[in-house]
């Protein structure tokens, strides 16, 4: 899934791209789409390592995406937004550091995107009346009558502000809208860019709903701090007396709110964290390393890491009778780590 960073143009959205994955957009590519990776932290792999000693280890990343400034006044945004369509989720960059009123900037920006929206799906309500207009087949007319029952109680809903996500249609429903891969129905973390001297950054987590969480960060502070080394680091901050923000925790924070979450593989061979979406199940997660692991799922040897970590092995995880066997259906939970057994595909 890509990780869209959006927002208004000087809103920060470059420097935040900068700081997260460590690369430096190119300016003369501003008006398209620019990816970088940046790998999710997960303390827990080292504990691990201290008891496999791995050959390699591997930490699951997200594709952060800097895309072009909207501006203002919507002039040309449509096609920047259209840009968009792909992404899974929408980082909106909000820049309180101006002095813009963090409250203001959600609801333009919320606002925007259901206009973009709107303007989709009346496009296609309209042309799907005119079709109906036309002599069809009894099958291609319940289609089309029922494509636009949900457009319509999709257009309704953007109407009035609180566009549907994904997840509140059913699967017939999605069906019939994945198509405009709606830009208000992604899931969303607004990140509030704060002054560098900003210190009650927990206010701004009053302007979090659980449909749209908010972390709030001075990017451009963030961006000089990871310049210098640790050191000259702890001495800036003491002397301007400011606090840095958690990288680590932004970033999980982002995982978070894009509906996915990290399962675990360890051996003496790698030890690994893998992205899965949010609850999958034990053979959606298998599909995430390989389709034939899932194809030819047997089960899933569960242990859990902290009893790893306590006990300092598997042979003592397995000794106490902790190593679960899970069929396809187990629901995996944060901190198990995962070994699945498989029929190898035949050839
Ligand atoms: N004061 C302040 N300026 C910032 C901050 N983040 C970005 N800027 C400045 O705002 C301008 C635009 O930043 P940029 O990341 O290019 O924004 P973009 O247009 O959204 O990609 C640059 O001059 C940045 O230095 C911040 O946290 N504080
Ligand atoms: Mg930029």
Same mark, same amino acid.
């Given at each position: 899934?890509?990780?869209?960073?959006?927002?208004?143009?000087?809103?920060?959205?470059?420097?935040?791209?900068?700081?997260?994955?460590?690369?430096?957009?190119?300016?003369?590519?501003?008006?398209?789409?620019?990816?970088?990776?940046?790998?999710?932290?997960?303390?827990?792999?080292?504990?691990?390592?201290?008891?496999?000693?791995?050959?390699?280890?591997?930490?699951?990343?997200?594709?952060?995406?800097?895309?072009?400034?909207?501006?203002?006044?919507?002039?040309?945004?449509?096609?920047?937004?259209?840009?968009?369509?792909?992404?899974?989720?929408?980082?909106?960059?909000?820049?309180?550091?101006?002095?813009?009123?963090?409250?203001?900037?959600?609801?333009?920006?919320?606002?925007?995107?259901? @206009?973009?929206?709107?303007?989709?799906?009346?496009?296609? *309500?309209?042309?799907?009346?005119?079709?109906?207009?036309?002599?069809?087949? !009894?099958?291609?007319?319940?289609?089309?009558?029922?494509?636009?029952?949900?457009?319509?109680?999709?257009?309704?809903?953007?109407?009035?502000?609180?566009?549907?996500?994904?997840?509140?249609?059913?699967?017939?429903?999605?069906?019939?809208?994945?198509?405009? #891969?709606? @830009?208000?129905?992604?899931?969303?973390?607004?990140?509030?860019?704060?002054?560098?001297?900003?210190?009650?950054?927990? %206010?701004?987590?009053?302007?979090?709903?659980?449909?749209?969480?908010?972390?709030?960060?001075?990017?451009? @502070?963030?961006?000089?701090?990871?310049?210098?080394?640790?050191?000259?680091?702890?001495?800036?901050?003491?002397?301007?007396?400011?606090?840095?923000?958690? #990288?680590?925790?932004? @970033?999980?924070?982002?995982?978070?709110?894009?509906?996915?979450?990290?399962?675990?593989?360890?051996?003496?061979?790698?030890?690994?964290?893998?992205?899965? #979406?949010?609850?999958?199940?034990?053979?959606?997660?298998? %599909?995430?390393?390989?389709?034939?692991?899932? !194809?030819?799922?047997? #089960?899933?040897?569960?242990?859990?890491?902290?009893?790893? *970590?306590?006990?300092?092995?598997?042979?003592?995880?397995?000794?106490?009778?902790?190593?679960?066997?899970?069929?396809?259906?187990? *629901?995996?939970?944060?901190?198990?780590?995962?070994?699945?057994?498989?029929?190898?595909? !035949?050839?």
């Amino acid at each position: 899934m890509k990780i869209g960073i959006v927002g208004y143009k000087g809103s920060g959205k470059s420097s935040l791209f900068e700081w997260l994955t460590g690369v430096k957009p190119d300016l003369s590519l501003a008006h398209s789409l620019q990816s970088a990776m940046a790998a999710i932290p997960e303390p827990r792999v080292a504990a691990l390592c201290d008891i496999y000693h791995p050959k390699k280890t591997t930490m699951a990343s997200l594709e952060l995406v800097d895309t072009p400034g909207l501006a203002r006044d919507q002039e040309g945004n449509a096609a920047r937004l259209a840009q968009l369509r792909e992404i899974g989720c929408l980082i909106c960059v909000a820049p309180v550091f101006d002095g813009s009123d963090p409250q203001k900037e959600k609801a333009a920006f919320h606002e925007d995107l259901i @206009l973009a929206d709107l303007e989709l799906v009346m496009n296609r *309500v309209q042309r799907i009346q005119e079709q109906q207009k036309r002599p069809l087949s !009894k099958p291609d007319q319940e289609k089309l009558a029922f494509e636009l029952e949900t457009l319509e109680m999709v257009q309704s809903a953007l109407e009035s502000g609180q566009p549907l996500r994904e997840d509140e249609l059913n699967d017939e429903q999605q069906k019939a809208t994945r198509a405009f #891969r709606l @830009l208000s129905e992604k899931p969303r973390l607004f990140l509030i860019n704060t002054p560098d001297d900003a210190t009650n950054l927990d %206010a701004y987590k009053e302007l979090a709903t659980e449909k749209y969480p908010v972390v709030a960060v001075s990017v451009r @502070l963030e961006n000089d701090l990871a310049g210098m080394l640790p050191e000259e680091r702890k001495a800036f901050l003491d002397e301007m007396g400011l606090t840095s923000a958690d #990288r680590d925790q932004i @970033l999980r924070a982002i995982l978070d709110a894009s509906g996915q979450s990290i399962f675990l593989t360890a051996g003496e061979k790698e030890v690994r964290t893998w992205l899965m #979406r949010k609850n999958a199940t034990a053979v959606e997660a298998a %599909a995430e390393i390989h389709t034939d692991i899932a !194809k030819g799922f047997i #089960r899933a040897e569960v242990m859990n890491c902290d009893d790893l *970590v306590r006990l300092g092995g598997e042979r003592a995880v397995k000794a106490e009778n902790l190593v679960r066997r899970e069929p396809k259906d187990y *629901v995996i939970r944060d901190g198990d780590v995962v070994l699945f057994h498989f029929s190898a595909p !035949k050839s």
